[in-house]
């Protein structure tokens, strides 16, 4: 059993910066790959960014490709996304998942979900 707990949101103007964290519960996590996903209301959640077990491999949306970085520190069992030149079409719901079957970039192939976070980014 994994817990995730997000932090690191709030409100933020158009082309500012925000870092979430997601701190993770059990001594498992270092062989989890991480996933962040998003939630806007009304929409459908979707994909953000995926990290591998190591940190060597990333995995980005083509929206947030330039601009998000998706690292983590399984010494403080910890996963962030860091959100640069941040658009009003970036508020959501941000949530991070973890899965102990790899790396993907689809909802169904995460076990474990945190509470989320909101982000908002005014224009």
């Known amino acids: 059993q994994v817990q995730l707990v997000e932090s690191g949101g709030g409100l933020v103007q158009t082309g500012g910066s925000l870092r979430l964290s997601c701190a993770a519960s059990g001594r498992t996590f270092s062989t989890y790959a991480m996933g962040w996903f998003r939630q806007a209301p009304g929409k459908e959640r979707e994909f953000v960014a995926a990290i591998n077990w190591s940190g060597g491999s990333t995995f980005y949306a083509d929206s947030v490709k330039g601009r998000f970085t998706i690292s983590r520190d399984n010494a403080k069992r910890t996963v962030y996304v860091q959100m640069n030149s941040l658009k009003p079409e970036d508020t959501a719901v941000y949530y991070c998942?973890?899965?102990?079957?790899?790396?993907?970039?689809?909802?169904?192939?995460?076990?474990?979900w945190g509470q989320g976070t909101q982000v908002t980014v005014s224009s």
């Open positions: 998942a973890a899965s102990p079957l790899g790396v993907g970039v689809k909802s169904y192939e995460y076990t474990y």
